[in-house]
């Protein structure tokens, strides 16, 4: 069965490094080279994927310039801007930002990119491959407005639309937990509620109910 992700990964000097390192047996389980007339998987995403990606507040995106040099950005705004439009495309409104237009002039030349989309409080990441395609509003205002944010601060530039290839979803080793501020709340939820709770009957066990104050002497 063939792994899409694995298939464009397992460049030649990849294997060779695997040989060297003691992993191509392995991968070669993996990825399809013991059965590459298989069945394709991770090439389409599916529901697990489509809840992930919508999930996020952000992701990381790497594209690679003309002249050979990678760059990688960060791409946030609120939950969701990320869009599943179908099992092979992605689209998010590009918010104006600080107008250096890096990845935007790589994908003019060379359109493949590599997203990584983190889930740090529960050590899980999404790797994708795919092809980037930048569409200006004068070129489509309606797709543009689509992608944008409600209630969003932010000027949408263009929109982004990227034709999945493939994903790979990726260990979960040395992810060191990080939480956002939405997600300790929901954490520290239950946590105030017990404190809550505590004080609230600290205080009818110091002061009960119906109890008369005792007298300093007898009749």
Same mark, same amino acid.
């Given at each position: 069965?063939?792994?899409?992700?694995?298939?464009? !990964?397992?460049? #030649?000097?990849?294997?060779?490094?695997?040989?060297?390192?003691g992993?191509?047996?392995?991968?070669?389980?993996? +990825?399809g080279t013991l059965d590459g007339a298989g069945p394709?998987?991770?090439d389409r995403l599916g529901a697990a994927e489509t809840s992930? %990606?919508? =999930?996020r507040d952000g992701f990381y995106l790497a594209s690679v310039s003309e002249t050979g040099w990678p760059y990688v950005q960060y791409r946030g705004g609120p939950a969701g801007f990320l869009r599943v439009l179908d099992d092979h495309t992605l689209g998010f409104a590009d918010f104006r930002g600080n107008r250096q237009y890096v990845t935007t002039g790589n994908v003019a030349e060379n359109d493949r990119v590599s997203l990584f989309l983190m889930d740090y409080a529960h050590q899980r990441r999404l790797k994708?491959? =795919?092809?980037?395609?930048? %569409? +200006?509003?004068?070129? +489509? #205002?309606g797709l543009v407005s689509a992608l944008a944010v409600p209630d969003y601060a932010a000027r949408s530039?263009? !929109? !982004?639309? %990227?034709?999945?290839?493939?994903? +790979?979803?990726?260990? #979960?080793?040395?992810?060191t937990p990080r939480f956002t501020l939405e997600e300790l709340d929901q954490v520290l939820t239950p946590v105030r509620e017990e404190i809550k709770s505590l004080r609230a009957e600290n205080q009818r066990l110091r002061h009960p109910l119906g109890r008369e104050p005792e007298t300093a002497g007898h009749e």
């Open positions: 069965m063939l792994h899409r992700w694995l298939e464009i !990964a397992s460049t #030649p000097s990849v294997k060779v490094a695997r040989e060297r390192y992993s191509a047996a392995q991968y070669a389980r993996l +990825d394709v998987r991770n992930f %990606i919508e =999930g994708i491959f =795919g092809h980037l395609r930048m %569409i +200006d509003v004068s070129a +489509d #205002p530039e263009r !929109a !982004a639309l %990227i034709r999945v290839q493939a994903f +790979d979803w990726n260990c #979960p080793q040395h992810i």
